[in-house]
């Protein structure tokens, strides 16, 4: 398989086929966890998941720093044509720094746990919830951060199935291992932070095998320039970081604004609605990261027309992405959250109208979500980080606190004109880009006329 020479469709489509799959399946971990802790403890477990909710965004994007940043970075150092040492000092950076990170927000979670739980929303009724699901979790934060980076390269090292079926056999074992620490051993919601650590642990072991292989070209070696490489990496995998980051930060603010306005039974909902963007959103992280090593690696090698080729292919993908969601949603609201939680009635006639109104997000969310891995895959990092920084902050945050009062319902559109702003400026951008590609094409071709 040549990622510069083979027909680019195909490989996409192979990549995404297993980008996809792994990225869904990475969703099914917090997923699987609320529906079996919303049945078993009811609303009050899924409140209790939507607080914990922002401790997974920040682990899930710490890993994409480090994964993202230095596979981005290794993937366009391939196609310019880097020896295998230059490759495996970029490895061995990412591995190092996600290791140094890992410790330290172990450190900090084992710590300051309940503090944490309380800036996030906690309230002391789900405090005691919110900390049985970390007992497992917060001893093992390193296992979640190894298996994001580890992914990462696999794709990168020509072996996406076996990232594939690591993350599937981890997933598979995480609802089965629900189902059996959450009900048969009476265990609740501490039962499902242990499944969901388990299906990791497996997940890592499968991924690993990767190393056992002919075909590995990944190694730990003594690397060279390590601050200049670990500047690289963070650089390229900023944008990815900030993008899961922020929606841990916006969903604390939403937290403290829907108990500010509302109350634990529309938190519940927001629970449920959190989970549901989770996959949307891993949905867009899977066409981003099947189109990464494509698109890295044909830029580095300077095949542009075979880089547009990968982004249309990938449009594509995302509209059709974003008409499934948005549709699912639109028409069977309450069998979301029938699906979650054993609800009761406040929750079933507040829950049509909230997730409705939400939902309509999923139109754009798709698309922006892919830009950013399209930016930083063509090495316009700053871009990116703009494009991530405005949906996770800039715009979004100032809305949770504006609309609501204007209208206390209103804070349910509010990411919807967030990322309809976003939107419209990638838009803008991608078109700037083109007619400046133009031009520079004309410009070229006047020249050779003049030679001749």
């Not at 027909?7 to 990475?26: D, H, M, T, V």
């Not at 739980?117 to 001893?139: D, N, Q, R, W």
């Not at 997933?171 to 499902?192: C, K, P, S, W």
């Not at 108990?259 to 909902?269: G, I, M, P, Q, R």
């Amino acid at each position: 398989m040549d990622i510069i020479k083979d027909n680019p469709l195909k490989l996409y489509l192979r990549y995404l086929f297993f980008s996809f799959g792994s990225a869904l399946i990475s969703s099914l971990y917090s997923v699987v966890d609320m529906m079996m802790v919303g049945q078993y403890e009811g609303a009050s477990g899924s409140a209790a998941t939507a607080i914990v909710a922002p401790i997974w965004n920040i682990i899930y994007s710490l890993g994409l720093l480090t994964g993202m940043g230095s596979a981005i970075f290794w993937a366009k150092a391939k196609g310019e044509g880097k020896n295998s040492n230059e490759l495996n000092q970029i490895f061995s950076v990412g591995m190092g720094l996600t290791l140094v990170i890992s410790l330290v927000v172990w450190i900090l979670l084992i710590v300051f746990e309940r503090q944490i739980l309380i800036m996030f929303g906690a309230t002391e009724a789900l405090i005691p919830l919110a900390e049985k699901y970390l007992v497992s979790i917060k001893f093992t934060v390193p296992i979640f951060l190894f298996n994001q980076i580890l992914a990462a390269f696999l794709r990168n090292d020509n072996d996406p199935s076996l990232a594939t079926v690591g993350i599937i056999c981890g997933g598979l074992f995480n609802v089965l291992g629900d189902y059996l620490f959450v009900f048969t051993f009476n265990l609740g919601i501490e039962g499902a932070g242990i499944a969901t650590v388990l299906c990791n642990v497996v997940s890592l072991i499968i991924m690993c095998l990767h190393f056992f292989k002919k075909k590995n070209t990944l190694k730990l070696v003594k690397p060279q320039e390590i601050f200049k490489k670990s500047k690289s990496i963070f650089f390229n995998g900023f944008s990815s970081f900030f993008v899961d980051t922020s929606m841990g930060i916006l969903t604390i603010v939403f937290n403290n604004q829907i108990l500010s306005y509302f109350n634990e039974n529309a938190l519940a909902v927001y629970g449920v609605i959190i989970n549901i963007n989770t996959f949307v959103q891993c949905c867009a992280y899977g066409v981003g990261q099947a189109s990464q090593p494509l698109i890295s690696m044909n830029f580095g090698a300077n095949n542009k027309d075979r880089v547009n080729k990968i982004y249309k292919y990938g449009v594509v993908t995302i509209i059709i992405i974003s008409a499934i969601w948005l549709s699912s949603v639109l028409i069977s609201p309450n069998g979301s959250i029938n699906l979650f939680m054993n609800a009761n009635s406040e929750v079933l006639s507040i829950a049509p109208s909230i997730m409705r109104a939400y939902c309509l997000v999923f139109i754009f969310l798709p698309f922006n979500v892919f830009s950013v891995y399209y930016f930083q895959s063509i090495l316009k990092p700053l871009f990116a980080f703009i494009v991530s920084a405005l949906r996770g902050l800039v715009i979004s945050v100032p809305l949770l606190f504006i609309l609501p009062k204007i209208n206390s319902f209103s804070i349910w559109y509010a990411m919807l004109i967030t990322e309809a702003i976003v939107f419209i400026m990638i838009v803008a951008y991608m078109l700037i880009i083109h007619i400046k590609e133009v031009k520079a094409k004309d410009k070229s071709l006047e020249l050779s006329k003049q030679n001749l």
